[in-house]
């Protein structure tokens, strides 16, 4: 991507060719990495040891118990098998940041659009820290089709994902295991109007009404990151988190499955045909911003050897083109090589170039069709003034590296955050609070805006780190709403109570288990065939999400997923080999030696093939 901040110029592009040429390098590289690696290991004798990373039961029961489950039949087709239990946090360093895992069982918080693979799977990420292409995936027929559902729209695209999904349950980079069925509770004796919009976006907490004096709503997380750590661009600390919409806004918005416009006053598209390109129209988006918006009040805004001024928090045209050449490349062009933000990586990658026509409009150039160029809005737009002197107070001692994912503008607290949302940060306690409070100079409390606004003075986010304990929390009056998703063994105990609404949203999300492959053996599709068909899917639903969840072949469901694909009692592709989620230990053991491993004298599944 380039970057003109500047009107009648043209503007903002692509990921350089410096950074495309590290990842080719690297991709270039990788597979025949896999392949010394595999020789090495036929003249290894020893039986095959692996490692399951997750996080521990209090943090997420059903990613444990997932694990264990994995453990206990790959430990009965011969392998020796230890869970390496982490923090959600240190689970998330190791497999986006340091990419030091065999394999690992989580919960991806993948996306309203099937474009989310795009960021999840593409080469070119391969090389790079983040949530984009965690497993080290490196396939170009896979790539091409990934390009093209980008590019196509309407039944195209259908068809193009479905391709999409068709290669990756054939080609196995992770293995989705079911959808987990979202609910949340809610005290209706302080709100109305609970149901209008999804909790896990910014219109859940805009939405409902509170009764007459009630100035505080108080929400029951779980998870206790957003106490800790308020970086939007954070890997380790950020998966599906609504906090950051409420303080951050973006141009526009998801609501209800669509994306609406947010601060932009307007959106024009356009497809205009450039006079040197062979490849056709290309998409263009002219974004009006809605003028007078700011961001919150804090010094760190303020012109140098000055006070804070009105001028100073405004939220123009060079602030969102400055946020994403910033995702682009946080460095600015200062370190030696990019480093792209290890966030929001398929969202700009969309972008091909941003032009500031004036102070509040501005001009998209895409790359992509018109509902993944809807999807480059919604990043959350940060202050240019704050960001830009942080890459220049790093770089003013000369050299200047900044390690993808690992330095301060992605590690960073930066407390109090500094963004234009509907609430700003007021307080914290690490592990038990976050407050945040209305700002009152926010858009959407304008009388001319038609947008739900901040309905308290005061969101107060408590840490609870219990299901069960939360919901009891609901029914004694002593909470508004729980934040977070409920366990699944808590959902059939969910009181039956006039005053308390159970919220239910269809899940995007979904557990899996993903694969480093770039080592053996899981560099060997056949290999990662044979570890995925020791997954009873249907058993871990009926067991462990007490039948609360939708076992699944596929990371996305409804009309993206091809008839051969749809889930018919078991995985089309990689059938479990048993039956009553019991193991045929035989059947798996021969799987194991289809893929090119063998067992020595004592039953051992050996580190070589």
């Known amino acids: ?96 940041i340091e990419r030091d895992f065999d394999l690992y069982v989580g919960h991806h918080p993948a996306g309203y659009d099937p474009d989310f693979l795009y960021e999840m799977l593409h080469s070119s990420f391969a090389a790079e820290a983040g949530w984009q292409n965690p497993f080290g995936f490196t396939n170009m027929v896979f790539d091409t089709l990934l390009e093209d559902q980008r590019r196509a729209e309407g039944e195209q695209r259908k068809r193009l994902v479905q391709s999409v999904l068709t290669a990756l349950a054939k080609s196995k980079p992770f293995d989705p295991i079911c959808l987990p069925d979202e609910y949340r509770v809610a005290s209706t004796d302080r709100f109305d109007g609970w149901s209008e919009a999804d909790l896990t976006t910014r219109h859940g907490y805009l939405e409902p009404e509170p009764a007459d004096g009630v100035d505080e709503l108080l929400a029951l997380k779980t998870d206790s990151r957003p106490t800790s750590n308020l970086n939007p661009l954070s890997a380790t600390m950020r998966e599906r988190d609504t906090i950051i919409p409420l303080l951050f806004d973006s141009v526009a918005t998801v609501h209800e499955g669509e994306v609406q416009q947010w601060l932009a006053e307007d959106i024009t598209w356009t497809n205009v045909e450039p006079a040197d ?29 000055e006070q804070l001024s009105d001028e100073d928090r405004r939220l ?84 200047f590296t900044a390690p993808q994912g690992r330095w301060i503008a992605a590690t960073g607290d930066h407390v109090p955050p500094i963004g234009s949302g509907p609430f700003q940060f007021e307080s914290r306690t690490e592990e038990d609070q976050l407050v945040l409070t209305r700002f009152d100079d926010h858009f959407t409390l304008r009388e001319d805006v038609e947008l739900p606004g901040p309905p308290v003075d005061e969101l107060r986010f408590e840490i609870d780190p219990s299901s069960a304990s ?94 051969r694909l749809a889930w018919d009692g078991e995985d089309p592709v990689t059938p479990f080999l048993g039956s009553s989620g019991r193991l045929n230990v035989e059947a798996a053991k021969a799987a194991f030696e289809t893929a090119g491993f063998r067992y020595d004298d004592n039953g051992r599944l050996l580190g070589g093939y």
Request: proline share 6%; glycine share 6%.
């Open 316 to 399: 123009t045209a060079e602030d969102v083109a400055f946020t994403y050449r910033f995702l682009e490349d946080t460095s600015l062009g200062r370190a030696p090589t990019p480093s792209p933000a290890p966030r929001y990586q398929s969202h700009v990658s969309a972008v091909d170039r941003v032009t500031v026509d004036s102070e509040y409009e501005l001009t998209f150039s895409m790359n992509a069709s018109r509902p993944v160029a809807k999807r480059a809005l919604t990043v959350p737009i940060l202050p240019k003034r704050f960001w830009r002197e942080l890459v220049d107070e790093r770089a003013a001692d000369g050299e």
């Open 470 to 563: 939360a919901v009891r929390r609901i029914g004694d009056g002593n909470a508004d709403v729980t934040a977070s998703m409920l366990d699944a063994d808590v959902l059939d105990e969910i009181p039956d109570m006039s005053d308390i609404e159970t919220l239910s949203h269809p899940s995007r999300t979904f557990y899996h288990i993903g694969f480093n492959v770039r080592n053996a053996p899981f560099s060997n599709t056949h290999f990662r065939h044979a570890v995925t068909q020791l997954i009873p899917k249907q058993a871990i639903v009926d067991d462990i999400f007490y039948g609360h969840a939708t076992p699944t072949a596929t990371p996305v469901l409804d009309e993206w997923v091809p008839e």
């Open 277 to 305: 390109s062979e490849q056709g129209p290309v998409l263009t988006a002219t974004v009006t911003l809605r003028e007078g918006c700011r961001f919150h009040a804090d010094e760190r805004l303020a012109s140098e050897d």
């Open 1 to 96: 991507m380039n970057w003109d901040p500047t009107p009648s110029k043209t503007g903002v592009g692509r990921r350089s060719f410096l950074a495309a040429g590290a990842a080719g390098a690297t991709l270039a590289t990788s597979g025949c990495v896999g392949h010394v690696r595999n020789v090495v290991g036929k003249a290894v004798s020893g039986q095959l040891s692996l490692s399951i990373a997750t996080i521990p039961a209090d943090a997420d029961r059903q990613s444990v118990q997932i694990a264990r489950r994995l453990e206990a039949n790959l430990q009965q087709v011969g392998i020796d098998v230890s869970i390496d239990m982490r923090s959600p946090s240190e689970l998330l360093k190791a497999v986006l």
